[in-house]
Antibody
Framework: EVQLLESGGGLVQPGESLRLSCAAS????????MRWVRQAPGKGLEWVSS????????YYPDSVKGRFTISRDNSKNTLYLQMSSLRADDTAVYYC??????????????WGQGTLVTVSS | DIVMTQSPDSLAVSLGERATINCKSS????????????LAWYQQKPGQPPKLLIY???TRESGVPDRFSGSGSGTDFTLTISSLQAEDVAVYYC?????????FGQGTKLEIK
């Protein structure tokens, strides 16, 4: 059974940093593109970052580029999101999501339950 | 960036009736390598993560009831629920994975009339 378990969320002040983790199990982690997607309270879905199977290629939208860093440790079956210079509009539930394949051209077939990040003074 | 626009924003349908949700992309999401559209549909119920229903615009994910179907090509897509069940109450999102940044529609809230 595929499982994705996020952790690391919490309350931080503006300008601070936070690292999210996503522990994966039930599939060959190193064979799939992984993504982070966030959802602000009461709002829609926003893609945050993607990472290739090896971790050598990453993508970000302009809203987080230069502040967020996605990475993965295939030996530990774990995905990470390092977030810095956090702002109030980064407040959201952050989901870890698995691509259906090793290609970026794939939907997201499994999602974690999410971890809440709240940025407030 | 490709903008995904869903219509309507909300929809109320009677049990057993058909529900139709539309999604329009600001540019084509047709992937020339396999001639398939990079378009997925998700269902999200309150307090839950999204669930993949459809990918490649019309391929139903394993385990998804066959009352859910996807259609369309290029820039115009549709999610159809042929006979609405009570458990289908949710917010539905379309998603393009053709290029970066990957983008989602704003969501359509489906309720029972």
């Amino acid at each position: 059974e595929v499982q994705l378990l996020e952790s690391g969320g919490g309350l931080v002040q503006p300008g601070e940093s936070l690292r999210l983790s996503c522990a994966a199990s039930g599939f060959t982690f190193s064979s799939y593109v992984m993504r982070w997607v966030r959802q602000a309270p009461g709002k829609g879905l926003e893609w945050v970052s993607s990472i290739s199977t090896s971790g050598s290629t990453t993508y970000y939208p302009d809203s987080v580029k230069g502040r967020f860093t996605i990475s993965r440790d295939n030996s530990k079956n774990t995905l990470y999101l390092q977030m810095s210079s956090l702002r109030a509009d980064d407040t959201a539930v952050y989901y870890c999501a698995k691509g259906r394949s090793g290609s970026y051209y794939s939907g997201l077939d499994y999602w974690g339950q999410g971890t809440l990040v709240t940025v407030s003074s | 960036d490709i903008v995904m626009t869903q219509s309507p924003d909300s929809l109320a349908v009677s049990l057993g009736e058909r529900a139709t949700i539309n999604c329009k992309s600001s540019q084509s999401v047709l992937y020339s390598s396999n001639n398939k559209n990079c378009l997925a549909w998700y269902q999200q119920k309150p307090g839950q993560p999204p669930k993949l229903l459809i990918y490649w615009a019309s391929t139903r994910e394993s385990g998804v009831p066959d009352r859910f179907s996807g259609s369309g090509s290029g820039t115009d897509f549709t999610l159809t629920i042929s006979s609405l069940q009570a458990e289908d109450v949710a917010v539905y999102y379309c998603h393009q994975y053709y290029n970066s940044p990957s983008t989602f529609g704003q969501g359509t809230k489906l309720e029972i009339k």
